[in-house]
């Protein structure tokens, strides 16, 4: 299976995208996107920490994600790519129109954030965001872990865990 998970976690690299999604979706590598992380080889040491040996993990800038995105997508294995926030992942989508499914899996409490679901918060222009991803045809859903049902945007802007 080729590269086909599109996920913003701001934890990016933690147990439950390793284990929980990793395992049961039996994910080969990793593709973090972080234009800070990809300058820093300490901190892209500390993630590589949290990965099993056999998971690859990739660290990339937007633009350099974006011109990669071919060679990962060729990849037979499956691959999960990970940005921490929605601007990053809007950044990318604009470089990478083909990116056609976006899955919010972990955006915390922070001050000014509503809680939207028990793992999503949400700032008024967060929420703009999605809403403009969807308008550029990305399918928004959000989803902690695999064995719970994908919620669409409109419940996950309604705050509705029921789907």
Known sequence: MPL???RIDDRLIHGQVVVGWGQPCAIGFLVLVDDEVARSDWEQELYRMGVPPEM???FDSVESAARRLPEYRADRRCG???TGDIDTMERLVAR???ITAVTVGGIHHKAGRAARLRYVFLTPDEEARLRALAERGVTVT???????SPLSLDALLRGDGSG
Request: zero cysteines.
């Open 56 to 58: 690859d993990v990739y």
């Open 4 to 6: 086909d998970h599109f």
């Open 142 to 148: 959000a989803q902690d872990v695999p064995s719970a």
């Open 80 to 82: 999960m790519l990970l």
């Open 96 to 98: 990478a129109p083909d």
